[in-house]
């Protein structure tokens, strides 16, 4: 069968232009490559033809497919070569006066049907359409880097573009191996616009002091089960990379709190400390590999103290099981006694406004996360308040890691480490469904793709309950005094039906 477009070209012959001319041509399409830099297509030829040669002597592909891909290349000196294409997909730099100039070029020789596609990440497809004869031809294919490896395809439709457009690209995108998720044009589009909450959270959170970049890191791997933490993300994408993307959302949403970027990564960008490419980021590597600072011992206290739960602790009797399990001994008075160490479990609220509010011994309590079932997280987390005794910090450390389970001490935080970041994925990944930008299905289907998270935010808004993140959410709110942190109304009303985040309307 022939694909959608049986001739397209690409411009720019970068890593992405490269990578999108490999799927093309082995999909069908006969692929012309077009580059304003010296030897630059000629290099772009040689470097697929090596992809696929390594393919082939991997017995992934035939000697015929080998040969029929390579065919389907062509290299084009000149812009008037294009003239006979279906299609021209731009992967060039990206700077708005740039790609129009470029299109409004194109429009001079292909002709009226010819479907003009902007792979941009982070501009407006209605921008760069604006001044064209024939915007409505024009719309965002936005690939993610490695092409052929991942997956997932955003289809943009600008305010022009012709839906038929829109349509046609993401049946092509599905004939060259990929998943299309539609968006409508807005900054940062599903997945880097979804993608705001992961690492900006956790940059707060490290910015309070309350643990440190590699406490972040192994917290969300092992709690919420992220193949990377966000400081080992942002070291493998480079500063120089991620923090302008942080700065341009926010600033194109005018200056939203959800997005509000941070200082740490501000002033590590203007030092130069880029993170793996540059041998030093949040981590330092040696020969490719991070030096990650060793996990605190367990303390070894001589005994342990009783331990008294109060009744408003989330998953209370999980949580009484859990204590019985790991051998305490439990208090099941009103009050706890002069010697128990006091354990809260709050959703949201930091241990010392539930010490403050239930007028508990500040000095004895410590929080733990429960926003989890113990058995389905590999770390439990605590947290300490600022008055709480060193004995009892270490006696609570000692008894959750009896077992052998990781355990990690956190400072006082509002919604510990995994309630913050998790709640603000599923508000923001909310807010994109009251805007319309996408359907909660594309929503989900792009961020597991594009980004590689266990769940789409909002199956893990349903994993967690969207009543508990509601419930995180404000009290994050009423902690911090932040409108980063007030709830979306697309969220709200979900929570107060008791309908599950991907519950499809009728």
């Not at 992809?51 to 008037?80: D, M, N, V, Y």
């Not at 923090?243 to 002033?267: F, K």
């Not at 709480?388 to 270490?394: A, H």
Request: with cysteine.
């Amino acid at each position: 069968m022939s694909p959608s477009f049986l001739h397209m070209a690409v411009v720019g012959t970068g890593a992405m232009g490269r990578g999108i001319a490999q799927i093309a041509a082995q999909a069908g399409s006969t692929v012309w490559l077009y580059d304003t830099q010296p030897n630059a297509v000629d290099a772009a030829l040689q470097s697929l033809s090596e992809t696929w040669s390594k393919l082939h002597a991997k017995g992934r592909i035939t000697t015929e497919q080998l040969a029929t891909f390579q065919s389907r290349l062509r290299p084009a000196a000149t812009l008037q070569e294009l003239k006979d294409c279906d299609l021209v997909v731009e992967a060039i730099v990206e700077r708005l006066e740039v790609k129009r100039t470029l299109f409004a070029e194109l429009e001079r020789w292909v002709g009226p049907a010819t479907v003009l596609a902007t792979n941009t990440s982070s501009l407006s497809v209605t921008a760069i359409a604006h001044g064209l004869d024939r915007p409505q031809q024009l719309a965002g294919f936005h690939f993610f880097n490695p092409v052929p490896l991942m997956k997932v395809v955003e289809v943009i439709a600008g305010l022009k573009t012709d839906p038929a457009i829109a349509e046609r690209l993401a049946t092509y995108a599905r004939e060259m191996g990929h998943t299309p998720v539609m968006a409508q044009d807005t900054p940062g589009f599903i997945v880097n616009h979804a993608g705001r909450g992961y690492g900006t959270e956790a940059l707060r959170i490290v910015g309070e002091q309350v643990a440190d970049f590699a406490t972040v890191d192994r917290i969300l791997k092992d709690q919420m089960g992220f193949k990377l933490g966000p400081f080992e993300l942002m070291d493998l994408t480079a500063l120089d990379v991620s923090h302008p993307v942080m700065e341009s959302i926010y600033h194109q949403y005018y200056e939203e709190a959800r997005y509000r970027p941070s200082v740490i990564t501000a002033q590590r960008l203007a030092g130069g400390v880029l993170g793996k490419k540059v041998g030093e980021g949040f981590y330092r590597y040696m020969e490719g590999q991070a030096q990650v600072p060793p996990e605190p011992p367990v303390p070894r206290p001589a005994s342990l103290p009783p331990v008294w739960v109060p009744a408003r602790a989330a998953r209370r009797a999980e949580l009484y099981q859990l204590l019985k399990d790991l051998g305490a001994t439990i208090e099941t008075a009103q009050q706890p006694s002069a010697q128990a160490l006091i354990l809260v479990a709050p959703l949201g609220h930091d241990v010392t406004t539930v010490a403050a509010v239930e007028r508990l011994d500040a000095s004895r309590t410590v929080g733990i996360d429960m926003m989890l079932p113990d058995a389905t997280v590999r770390r439990r987390v605590l947290a300490t308040n600022p008055a709480t005794r060193p004995d009892m910090r270490d006696a609570a450390h000692a008894l959750f890691a009896r077992d052998g389970k990781a355990v990690s001490v956190i400072k006082d935080s509002g919604g510990f480490v995994t309630q913050r970041v998790v709640a603000t994925i599923v508000n923001i990944a909310s807010d994109i469904c009251q805007q319309g930008i996408c359907t909660p299905q594309d929503l989900d289907t792009a961020v597991t793709l594009g980004l590689g998270y266990p769940l789409g935010p909002l199956a893990m808004g349903d994993q967690v309950g969207p009543t508990n993140v509601l419930e995180i959410l404000f009290n994050l709110q009423t902690v911090y005094g932040d409108m980063r942190y007030r709830p979306s109304p697309w969220l709200r009303r979900r929570g107060a039906l008791g309908l599950s985040l991907t519950h499809v309307e009728a």
